[in-house]
Each structure stands twice: as C-alpha cells, then as structure tokens.
T-cell receptor
Framework: KAGVTQTPRYLIKTRGQQVTLSCSPI?????VSWYQQTPGQGLQFLFEYFSETQRNKGNFPGRFSGRQFSNSRSEMNVSTLELGDSALYLC???????????????FGAGTRLSVL | AQTVTQSQPEMSVQEAETVTLSCTYDTSESDYYLFWYKQPPSRQMILVIRQEAYKQQNATENRFSVNFQKAAKSFSLKISDSQLGDAAMYFC?????????????FGTGTRLKVLA
C-alpha cells in the first residue's frame, strides 16, 4: 500500500506570492492533518480535515488555509507569503476508527518551502 | 493548555549500548495518548511507540520501550542495543481525547547520534 504522498518535495517562492501544497493520504484514510516544522518552533499543528470538513485548527493566521476533496486528498494554501513561512510542511493521514486520539498518524516526507 | 517538553536537544550513544530520551508533559486530562516519533534525515516521521494513558503497563516494541510515569507526567523512551540506523530526531507527542485537545502536540525533539 502506498504511503502518504506530498507534492512537490521542494518549492521556492518570493514574498507576497501564494503557494499550494498537495497531500494524498494512504488509501482508505479519511483524516488528513497538516503541520509546519521549523528549527525555531518545532512541529506545529496547522489543521485537520475529515470527510471534507475542517475538524481542528491550530493557531495560525488566516493566510493559511486548506481543503479536502471527496477522495480524501488535501491541499494547503498559503497566501501573501512571508519570509517566516519558510519551513518543512508535513502532512499526515490516519484511519479513523474507534477512539480518534488512538489512531496512528502516518506522515509524508514533507514539502520544503523556501520564501525569498 | 497541554505542553510537551524534551529537555535534551542532543544525545549520543555508542553502538550496541542503551540510551534513554526524556519527555515530560503537562495536562489536566486523565485520558490521553503519548507517542514517540522518529524523523531520520530523509524527513519522514515514523511512529516508534505508542502509550495509552489508562494502561499502566509500559509499551514495548522490540528494542524500544517506554517508562510511563503518569503521576509524574513523564514519558521516557529507552532504546536498547542501539544501531546506526537509530540515528535521527526523536519527537515526543501528546494527543488528548476531547475535541479541544485532539490535535497532536509535539516536543522540540532530541537529536540522537549513534557512534560506531
């Protein structure tokens, strides 16, 4: 079974631009979460989607948004990029069953975004 | 709010020796899950071990085991017979069971070096 796939692996943008990152979850997984990883802040939760609905949201400005499609694939969008948005963006999917918090998240390899 | 603290930014261990990585957390919940994830240089986060707070027995996965002290809010990871492939960043994570605490909260990570 294929793992979580994130595209692209690397991205270079300039300040003020917008960017869209894509995540394809493991087949059968309906929950997708996004994280931002930086050396200074570590791993921070952005949001989680389940059945095309945002179920949970972290403390990020409205420039960060996401969506999930009917096939569970998810996209994350960042508008008006700032230098501080440079980070590794990780996507994780999980099979939702039973106690939700117990479900293991499987991570993709991430998209490295550099904002110049 | 829940917090996760990893006080060791970096640890080193000789191949075949045992090393323990520390993690403490703070929460007012009584039911939650704790995880250790490994992130090798390839960047893909991999689940190492999971502990359910209501289970007193410490989780074990082959060479990996935890020392879960619920009253002390401590969750350390012991790696026995360390191998070169264990070199990676290790993240401790907390996940609550109520809708407001369901998202993952990660520690800042411990970089483990394995010396040949």
């Amino acid at each position: 079974k294929a793992g979580v796939t994130q595209t692209p692996r690397y991205l270079i943008k300039t300040r003020g631009q917008q960017v869209t990152l894509s995540c394809s979850p493991i087949s059968g997984h309906r929950s997708v979460s996004w994280y931002q990883q930086t050396p200074g802040q570590g791993l921070q939760f952005l949001f989680e989607y389940f059945s095309e609905t945002q179920r949970n949201k972290g403390n990020f400005p409205g420039r960060f948004s996401g969506r999930q499609f009917s096939n569970s694939r998810s996209e994350m969008n960042v508008s008006t990029l700032e230098l501080g948005d440079s980070a590794l963006y990780l996507c994780a999917s999980s099979l939702v069953s039973g106690v939700l918090a117990k479900n293991i998240q499987y991570f993709g390899a991430g998209t490295r975004l550099s904002v110049l | 709010a829940q917090t996760v603290t990893q006080s060791q930014p970096e640890m080193s261990v000789q191949e075949a020796e045992t090393v323990t990585l520390s993690c403490t957390y703070d929460t007012s919940e009584s039911d939650y899950y704790l995880f250790w994830y490994k992130q090798p240089p390839s960047r893909q986060m991999i689940l190492v071990i999971r502990q359910e707070a209501y289970k007193q027995q410490n989780a074990t996965e082959n060479r990996f085991s935890v020392n879960f002290q619920k009253a002390a809010k401590s969750f350390s990871l012991k790696i026995s017979d360390s191998q070169l492939g264990d070199a990676a960043m290790y993240f401790c994570a907390y996940r609550g069971t109520t809708s407001g605490t369901y998202k993952y909260i990660f520690g800042t990570g411990t970089r483990l070096k394995v010396l040949a």
